[in-house]
């Protein structure tokens, strides 16, 4: 049967290892890949009258035997072990031309890669592969040659292929379309090109008309120098390219680095041309470096983070992507082993030597590795040149050209964001690490308001139900729910703010999606740090994120969460503050009662002591504005003081990537992060009334955490 091997959480399958495997006689020290060359009778090839080739039986049991390793692959033994390379990745090796005009070398990273490719291509759930890469790795000739193997029918899937290209700008892609596809197609042997129509050195596209029909022996080779009907075009970045039609393939190049369109909207557009009903008739594939946020990287980001085949199932895809990365230091060129293994440490005796060896037969000395660099090996060739480097934007700039992690490729530099990066970096490795182990403790689900309590009870409660679905993660709950009062005027009050407290951004509506930010909800539990480090709280411990249809919907959550948890939500507020008129049932809201209490009064912490107060901003307000400067350095302050001390608390990936992004003069694209902040203002900052509050309930045991208790 054939086996299963695990490629980026992904199950790539692999066919049986047969009986016989190239290259099993050799010494194991001699098993590596070697490329087979053209036969000096393949190069000895008559016409007929109409130009077409008239193969000996010689010849067509040679072609035959290479498209079926173009087709099904080659098994071969590499170091003592039976190694499959794909069909795709044969062709790669024997058959494609770099633009230097050099055949690429044997690399176990490129071979896991194209299994990785052939697999999520056969997986109809998966309708294409964003890939994190590092400069110079190839990722985007590997797409160049996926499409013409698929255009020129050496995979083996038939022609009437429709398959596009696109890049950061037209010059790029007319640049890249000439110098690495055509140039390659022009090197491939007779037997691997189709006739096309257009002139023999295509500028704008590749066409593999379908000619006249005419009868063939069957009993002859079908050489693919028929027409195919297939077609490989390129267009300019702009964001109707490929938004119609219907395509086999797209290569959408270097989408980290878009300036005048939006990658984000792009790919909402150009997937539509990829599916047919339910039905996936396209794939795309995204190779990327990464630019600074408001260059592209942003928008990369975005789609990066929801191409994530590692926390969703693959039916539950938000993009329908999935994502690829690998460390630089894997496949780093000069640092490839005799068996195509990446030299990641630093290597042996035997192993230097052939990196010496090899080196030394580059033909331009000046591109040569130095030999004291080879003795690093890749990793630590890397961390050597990032250590030379003194700004930090420089060094924010090499990680994201050649990223070790999956962090390094969104590294914008201190610069940005005011926060420990290292820190929340740290904290997203233990996070990443837990989500592959399954160990991290969040919880989705839902709440749901009901007439009845657990214990059949008629009384108006919150209640949370498990939902893969559902829009809210948990880590934390409170110890008894619902801890809300309603006194006789019929105002509901947090009756468990000593132990939680929540902050909130809120949305805008508007018809275009596009246009507006997201709602986030978090609730924290607060700090009490006379008990022991795992009792103490002051941690994140609920989080929603979403853009409901209606904003009234989004108010509901927040209510819900602030009933469920007992405690107050301080508020970003928005230009038209309707939120305060569903919390005082202006607006009715699902208790019918006035819930204004629920609300998070203006802190004093977020009052600017030496500002002289007018007679109306002496009235208590609902809602803290980020625009008001001294709210907004308060909430930064806040934040860093957090993050410095507490960062290890934070068990949401979302929150410390926002974080991580973070931009103080673009705070809009930061949903998450705002909400944060929210909470870190309520959960430091008292306001004068609530003394007078709390009086009225006779609350038994009430306390304020002040900042002094984090240092």
């Not at 996926?146 to 029918?153: R, S």
């Not at 050496?154 to 700008?169: Q, V």
């Not at 009868?215 to 693919?224: A, C, H, I, L, P």
């Not at 999606?513 to 411990?541: N, Y």
Request: aromatic share 12%; glycine share 6%; proline share 5%.
């Amino acid at each position: 049967m054939p086996t299963t091997i695990k490629i980026q959480g992904i199950d790539c399958p692999t066919p049986d290892i047969p009986a016989r495997v190239e290259g099993y006689k050799k010494v194991v020290k001699e098993q590596y890949f070697r490329r087979q060359e053209m036969p000096s009778y393949m190069n000895d090839v008559r016409f007929d009258t109409r130009n077409n080739p008239i193969w000996t039986p010689q010849q067509e049991s040679f072609i035959l035997q290479e498209l079926d390793k173009c087709r099904e692959g080659v098994w071969v033994m590499i170091k003592g072990v039976a190694t499959w390379l794909p069909g795709v990745y044969y062709y790669w090796l024997t058959y494609w031309t770099l633009e230097d005009g050099t055949r690429p070398e044997y690399r176990e990273c490129d071979r896991l890669f194209f299994i990785f490719f052939i697999s999520c291509y056969k997986i109809p759930l998966i309708a294409g592969i964003i890939r994190g890469k590092a400069r110079r790795e190839g990722a985007t000739s590997h797409g160049f040659c996926i499409e013409l193997w698929i255009a020129t029918n050496a995979a083996g899937w038939g022609g009437n292929k429709s398959i596009g290209n696109i890049s950061k700008t037209g010059e790029d892609i007319d640049s890249l379309f000439e110098n690495s596809l055509v140039y390659a197609y022009k090197a491939l042997p007779l037997f691997l090109r189709p006739r096309q129509s257009g002139g023999t050195d295509p500028k704008n596209g590749l066409n593999f008309k379908e000619e006249g029909s005419k009868k063939q022996d069957q009993t002859r080779v079908d050489t693919s120098r028929q027409g195919l009907n297939s077609v490989i075009t390129k267009r300019d970045t702009t964001l109707n390219a490929y938004d119609s039609g219907r395509w086999s393939f797209l290569l959408i190049d270097e989408t980290g680095k878009w300036l005048r369109v939006n990658f984000g909207k792009y790919w909402r557009i150009v997937k539509d041309t990829l599916v047919k009903g339910a039905q996936r008739v396209g794939f795309a594939y995204m190779p990327s470096t990464v630019n600074p946020p408001k260059q592209g990287g942003a928008a990369f980001k975005r789609i990066w983070d929801a191409a994530d085949q590692y926390s969703y199932p693959l039916n539950r895809l938000p993009q329908q992507l999935v994502r690829f990365f690998k460390p630089a230091y894997d496949g780093l060129a000069g640092f490839i082993d005799k068996y195509g293994d990446s030299v990641i440490d630093p290597p042996d005796a035997e192993t230097l030597a052939f990196l010496i060896q090899k080196n030394q037969l580059n033909p331009n000395a000046e591109e040569r590795v130095p030999d004291e660099y080879l003795c690093l090996g890749a990793k630590k060739y890397l961390e050597q040149q990032l250590e030379k480097l003194t700004d930090e934007d420089d060094k924010a700039e090499e990680k994201r050209k050649y990223p070790t992690r999956e962090q390094d490729m969104f590294d914008f530099g201190d610069s940005i964001s005011p926060f420990n990066l290292e820190k929340i970096k740290s904290q997203i490795d233990v996070l990443k690490k837990m989500e592959r182990d399954k160990t991290n403790p969040l919880r989705r689900g839902r709440f749901l308001p009901m007439e009845y309590t657990a214990s059949g009870e008629k009384k108006f409660n919150v209640q949370f139900v498990d939902d893969t679905h559902g829009e809210w993660l948990i880590k934390e709950f409170p110890e008894q729910a619902n801890q809300f009062r309603i006194d006789d005027r019929g105002r509901v009050w947090p009756m468990n703010s000593h132990n939680f407290s929540g902050g909130a951004d809120t949305f805008r509506f508007d018809k275009t999606k596009e246009l507006g930010s997201k709602g986030v909800i978090l609730i924290g539990s607060k700090l009490d740090p006379s008990k022991d480090a795992a009792e103490e709280g002051g941690a994140p411990a609920a989080l929603f994120v979403g853009r409901p249809r209606l904003t009234e919907l989004f108010w509901k959550e927040m209510l819900l969460a602030s009933l469920y948890f007992g405690c107050s939500i301080t508020v970003e507020r928005d230009a038209t503050q309707e939120y305060i008129k569903y919390f005082n049932n202006t607006m009715p809201n699902l208790l019918n009662a006035n819930c204004l209490p629920m609300l998070g009064k203006k802190p004093d912490t977020a009052v600017d002591p030496n500002r002289k107060l007018r007679e109306s901003d002496k009235a208590v307000e609902y809602g803290v504005s980020s625009a008001d400067s001294f709210v907004f350095a308060k909430q930064i302050e806040l934040a860093q003081v957090y993050i410095e001390n507490y960062w290890w608390k934070i068990m949401f990936i979302s929150i410390l990537e926002d974080l991580e992004r973070f931009d103080p003069s673009d705070r809009t694209t930061s949903d998450i992060s705002i909400a944060f902040m929210m909470w870190l203002l309520n959960y430091m900052g008292d306001f004068r009334q609530r003394t007078k509050e709390r009086r009225k309930f006779d609350i038994v045991r009430s306390y304020e955490v002040v900042k002094s208790a984090w240092n």
